[in-house]
């Protein structure tokens, strides 16, 4: 079922069926919560530019397009909401030009939700060409080497002349392995950058959320919990995670950040992840997710399917008239063979990252809805455990088979 049918089957059951709200603020609505033993919920996120059905996955459009497929492509795989790069782009085109554009929906040509990162998570992965003060962040940039200067305040006015449905707070993002101390130092810091993005935020067009940081120390993670949702913003999110950790140690940290946000808001995990790692936090009671994994694989031939991973450069696939996943639906599974898309591939075609993406992005936003089926008939819990086992399994028999 896709979002256009579950928002009906919503309204004929007498859930709140508007899907338009004033400028600038964005609603969550908590439709249903798993009764199967697991903490995942059913819910609806109401912006100015319409509804989102979560549990949600969202394509990454890091420059203002998702890579490999275009709007129309992204409309028939019905993605609910995209997401644009705020680091990327304030150094190209810039954000004023957007914003003399009519802003980045109407410049992308995309009429549903957006959301925009604040340029924290570029910024610090830049390292050594980076300087992080009370102030700000100074950075090289990654085209040309020019300075740029970064703060709070900066972020927010980016973002607020991009004209995304809903904006991220300026936060550091150290990796989870970073050391206690540094961590102590970086939270304290992201808390009062938090207030000052709260004071630059117009509440105009854009609804800011709120980062929890804390590395994997569940002590620092709940007083940085405790620290961000003391202010009321309209949705929070979990950053810090799936950098460096076994996922093992994230699917364990996100189960205790996960239910230290509120019930009745949006709870955002940035940068998941895998197919199994979307599961898994949803079974913790993440609601959105976002991650350039199925696109970026896409791009380098690794192809996502109901039969475990395939590998479409490999030559076993040379000869193959099967589609890449024979219970796929998708327009790359209807109309082409596993061998033609191997001949893209080889051949550096254009056409193989436009097909691969398309499949890709149908297996993720399919599985979330799926995700969205098993939660709202009680039987996620089952849906979880059964996926898991099929996915290790399917890994197992991929990696005997190398």
């Not at 400028?23 to 439709?31: D, H, Q, S, T």
């Not at 890091?62 to 492509?73: E, F, H, L, R």
């Not at 980016?158 to 206690?180: H, K, N, W, Y």
């Not at 949803?282 to 997710?289: K, N, P, S, T």
């Amino acid at each position: 079922m896709n979002a256009m049918g579950e928002q009906q089957d919503a309204k004929q059951s007498g859930e709140k069926g508007d899907t338009r709200v004033a400028p600038g603020m964005v609603r969550f609505e908590l439709l249903h919560e798993d009764a199967s033993g697991t903490k995942a919920r059913r819910g609806r996120l109401h912006t100015p530019h319409g509804p989102v059905e979560t549990p949600i996955f969202m394509p990454v459009g890091t420059v203002g397009s998702v890579k490999g497929v275009g709007p129309d492509d992204l409309l028939t795989l019905d993605a609910q909401i995209i997401l644009g790069n705020t680091y990327h782009l304030m150094l190209r085109p810039g954000e004023k030009l957007v914003g003399e554009m009519g802003g980045l929906h109407r410049f992308v040509s995309w009429d549903r939700p957006m959301l925009t990162d604040s340029g924290g998570f570029q910024v610090f992965s830049l390292s050594g060409k980076r300087k992080i003060t009370e102030e700000g962040a100074t950075f090289q940039s990654h085209l040309d080497g020019a300075r740029h200067f970064l703060t709070p305040e900066r972020s927010i006015d980016i973002q607020e002349t991009l004209g995304a449905d809903v904006i991220m707070a300026f936060d550091e993002c150290p990796p989870s392995t970073e050391d206690r101390p540094y961590l102590e130092a970086s939270l304290a810091r992201t808390t009062r950058w938090l207030h000052r993005c709260v004071k630059a935020w117009s509440r105009q067009r854009s609804s800011l959320f709120g980062i929890v940081q804390g590395g994997l120390h569940e002590d620092l993670r709940k007083r940085h919990a405790e620290e961000v949702c003391a202010v009321d913003l309209p949705g929070y999110a979990l950053g810090g995670y799936s950098v460096g950790e076994a996922p093992e140690a994230m699917h364990d940290g996100v189960a205790y950040s996960a239910p230290l946000l509120p019930r009745d808001k949006p709870r955002y995990l940035m940068g998941v992840g895998t197919p199994v790692d979307l599961v898994t936090c949803v079974e913790h009671g993440v609601d959105m997710f976002d991650c350039v994994l199925p696109t970026r694989c896409a791009r380098n031939g690794l192809l996502f399917t109901s039969e475990g991973k395939v590998v479409i450069r490999n030559a076993a696939y040379a000869r193959d008239p099967r589609p890449v996943d024979p219970a796929c639906s998708c327009y790359t599974c209807r109309n082409f063979s596993r061998a033609y898309l191997r001949h893209l591939f080889a051949a550096q075609e254009l056409l193989a990252m436009r097909l691969n993406t398309i499949h890709n992005l149908h297996y993720f936003l399919g599985l979330m809805a799926e995700v969205r089926r098993a939660v709202a008939e009680d039987r996620f819990a089952a849906f979880a455990r059964d996926f898991r086992a099929r996915a290790k399994a399917q890994e197992a028999e991929r990696t005997r088979g190398r």
